[in-house]
């Protein structure tokens, strides 16, 4: 095992891609600048109701949109290649429409895509991180079929504006934990709660939505511009918690059909959902009473639009976990009485100072092997992996260090030693921000961002300079502990 890795002198293949990752809501502020519309998390902090720590909202955050050129100083300072970011959908559309177009917004992106491209930084571009405008919530949002037509036009409009300059489309992040936490449980805005069916129809609207921008942009764009569109799906890599039991073997199966195989594989394989989650939520349905499963059907007309809908992969990786076998008994559906699963952190691994994020570098490499193994053996990017820190965070942050560092040796291995076609890595965050219900309580970033100054200044953790070596030699240091 080892000397595959020494042979290749632990060195990423030739043109590896390294990146850093944001996204609007978490790091623009500027929330009504320039005739910025609302979105469903600035009406969502803005409601307070402790549902985010302290009640913080986005208003500020880093304050990227008039600190750019601080933010662009951070990406040169680590001589990344690429750099991800998010637009605004109603910084750009202020009612999600085309029916009235921002100029502020598309001259704000402009001046980022251009400067990036000055400096020899490719943009990756997601069109929408969790922050639905507000405009279209209020016509459904994700739940409403309405917003495949919605994202379509929106995504019609990006390729057109920004299309010859912008090369790698993210469509949408995570459709999942949108599902999951925006319209099933409501932790996360628009706080929907529809237990046992939001999940279900927000993922089947997102899947369509992101299909239908995949094929304008390849029937409209694709010939003059030459890009590539997928979307980030997130996944914990799982195993079961007792391997000889064959219910924790089948739980762990479910867990991976209900997350990853989810959207993978109507996207990337047939255009229909993993058979284990089609039999589970329509016999939980039948025993409910439900005239038909809960979760929506795809036509054979919109199979077919669906599949091969992704010209790569794009991975965000932060943890594994065990899973045991679990029923839920409870009055009301829902999606975790349908998974049927209990997870589990082993003790032996550390917790990063976000109760959910264990880390588990070798996870990463097991996931690599199941997406090229299940999702034929596509190009893949790691669009997210990271390890947050508690605030107050210290600047000299060796541990964190450690765990990107023993993250890459794992995904050196799934290059060399399982041929997985990785090509490109982003450290979720350029710098530390708006972190979800968790505000500014959790640091992500590579960057440490001073928010009780007003200038919002960035500075590096050790962290930083670490991944700058990586970045400029394209290789990791040399362990000098014998690998395993
Ligand atoms: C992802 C999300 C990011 C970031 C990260 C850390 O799920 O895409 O926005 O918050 O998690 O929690």
Redesign the pocket.
Known sequence: MTSNLQLCNYTFPKGFAWGAST?AY?IEGGWDADGKGPNVWDTFTHQGGDRVFKNQTGDVACGSYTLWEEDLKCIKQLGLTHYRFSLSWSRLLPDGTTGFINQKGIDYYNKVIDDLLTNGIMPMVTLN??DLPQALEDQGGWLSENIVGFFNKYAEFCFNTFGNRVKMWITI??PS?VAKYAYENGLHAPGIKESGTGAYQTAHNMIKAHAKAWHTYHLLFKEKQHGFVSL?L?ANWAEPLDPTSEADVKATERYLAFSLGWFAKPIFIDGDYPPLMKSSVAAKSKEQGYPSSRLPEFTKEEMQMIKGTADFFCL?Y?TTRKIRHQEYAQARPSFQADEEVEEIKDPSWPISS?EWLAVVPWGIRKLLKHIKDTCNDPIIYIT?N?F?QSDPAPLEDAQRWEYFRQTLLEILKGIYIDKANVKGYFV??LMDNF??TEGYSKR?GLFHVDYNSSSLPRVPYTSASEYAKVVSSNRLPEPEKKLK
């Open positions: 996204a978490q991180h969790f992040n995570e934990i980030a997130n965000n932060y976000i997210e990271g947050a979720w965050s972190e979800w992500f």
